[in-house]
C-alpha cells in the first residue's frame, strides 16, 4: 500500500506560480515512479508530466512543457510539481499518483497504482 497526500493548491493570478506538494507513505519512495495528473469541471483526467525512480528521467505533457517542472526528493518521500506561467486553462484539480509496475514512465492513468485525493489549483485571469 501507498498513501499519498498533496498539498500546496490555491488561488493564483495569471502568470504566477505554485508549487505542489505531495508526500507519499507505505513502500519505499525510490522503488516507484511518480506522475502529476490533473482533472478540470467537465473534462476528463489527464496527464500532466510524470518522474521516473531516479531524479534523471522526466516527461511533460506539450501543453505544460517549459513551464512545469517535476522532481522528487526521495529522502523526504515527497515529489513536487513547480508550475510557472500558469495560465487560467491550467485550473483544474490536481493529483499525484504512483506507478509501481513500469519500468519506464507510465502517461496513462491506468498505469498508475495508486492515487492522492487531489488539490484545488485555481488561475484567474
Known amino acids: 500500500q501507498v498513501q499519498l497526500v498533496e498539498s500546496g493548491g490555491g488561488l493564483v493570478q495569471a502568470g504566477g506560480s505554485l508549487r505542489l506538494s505531495c508526500a507519499a507513505s507505505g513502500r519505499t519512495f525510490s522503488s516507484y515512479a511518480m506522475g502529476w495528473f490533473r482533472q478540470a469541471p467537465g473534462k476528463e483526467r489527464e496527464f500532466v508530466g510524470a518522474?521516473?525512480?531516479?531524479?534523471?528521467?522526466?516527461t511533460y505533457t506539450d501543453s505544460v512543457r517549459g513551464r512545469f517542472t517535476i522532481s522528487r526528493d526521495n529522502a523526504k518521500n515527497t515529489v513536487y510539481l513547480q508550475m510557472n506561467g500558469l495560465k487560467p486553462e491550467d485550473s483544474a484539480v490536481y493529483y499525484c499518483?504512483?506507478?509501481?509496475?513500469?519500468?519506464?514512465?507510465?502517461?496513462?492513468?491506468?498505469?498508475?497504482?495508486?492515487w492522492g485525493q487531489g488539490t484545488q489549483v485555481t488561475v484567474s485571469s
Open positions: 499518483a504512483a506507478d509501481l509496475r513500469t519500468f519506464g514512465i507510465a502517461t496513462t492513468q491506468s498505469e498508475y497504482d495508486y
Open positions: 518522474i521516473g525512480r531516479s531524479v534523471i528521467y522526466t
